[in-house]
């Protein structure tokens, strides 16, 4: 059956340190993965989209790998911040294109 | 002003009582989506409409209805409501193109179903 996995429900690291979520699928063949950010009681946000023939992406801080063999997406805060906790959650483009499929999401806490 | 918004943000009823949940936009999208949030669990679509004539059950269809009233407007009805319904409902536009394909999320009402 297909599945996606998100390696942790939740991550604590120290600020200033880089934060890596991984988001791990089986039985998609995703033409593109997306990362979303959610604070607690709002709706996620868009940060990055990253396609099956793009190895990486980067956006300010943030950068995405996306490694098809491995079926896997690795998410990267690199000097993290307390503001940049939050629950992350990773989206794959499900069959036939239609519609997007949602990870359970990691639930990251940077601490001062 | 909010691209995307729900009414109502929160709700409590009882079961067997029929709640509508309204989500309206401005951002001109045409496809709209509605999904339940729950702990552990992720987002699961609910339903989907790719314009107003066209509407389509998602992943847990059952014991939900929708109308899109207009592109602007996508309403989420729940006809009998149970106790396991309770979770954090969200609505979401999708703008998709050859650079880009995002989905804009609503902020949510919380529905709590005795």
């Known amino acids: 059956s297909q599945k996606i996995e998100q390696n942790s429900e939740a991550l604590n690291i120290q600020e200033g340190k880089t934060a890596t979520l991984t988001c791990n699928y089986t039985?998609?063949?995703?033409?593109?993965l997306q990362w979303y950010r959610q604070d607690p009681g709002r709706g996620p946000v868009f940060l990055l989209l990253?396609?099956?023939?793009?190895k990486e992406k980067r956006k300010e801080r943030l950068k995405v790998t996306f490694d098809t063999t491995l079926k896997q997406s690795l998410f990267h805060i690199t000097a993290s911040q307390p503001a940049d906790s939050a629950t992350y959650l990773c989206a794959l483009l499900g069959a036939y294109g239609q519609n997007f499929v949602f990870g359970p999401g990691t639930r990251l806490s940077v601490l001062p | 002003d909010a691209d995307v918004t729900q009414t109502p943000r929160n709700r409590i009823t009882k079961t067997g009582k029929r709640i509508m949940l309204e989500c309206s936009q401005t951002k001109g999208h045409d496809r709209m989506y509605w999904y339940r949030q729950d702990p552990g669990l992720g987002l699961r679509l609910i339903y989907y409409s790719f314009d107003v004539k066209d509407i389509n059950k998602g992943e847990i269809s059952d014991g939900y209805s929708v109308s899109r009233q207009a592109q602007a407007k996508f309403s989420l009805s729940l006809e009998s409501a149970i106790p396991n319904q309770t979770a954090l409902y969200f609505c979401?536009?999708?703008?998709?193109?050859?650079?880009?394909?995002?989905?804009?999320f609503g902020p949510g009402t919380r529905l709590t179903v005795l």
């Open positions: 990253i396609r099956e023939n793009e």
């Open positions: 039985n998609y063949s995703p033409a593109y």
């Open positions: 979401a536009t999708r703008e998709s193109s050859g650079a880009t394909d995002t989905q804009y």
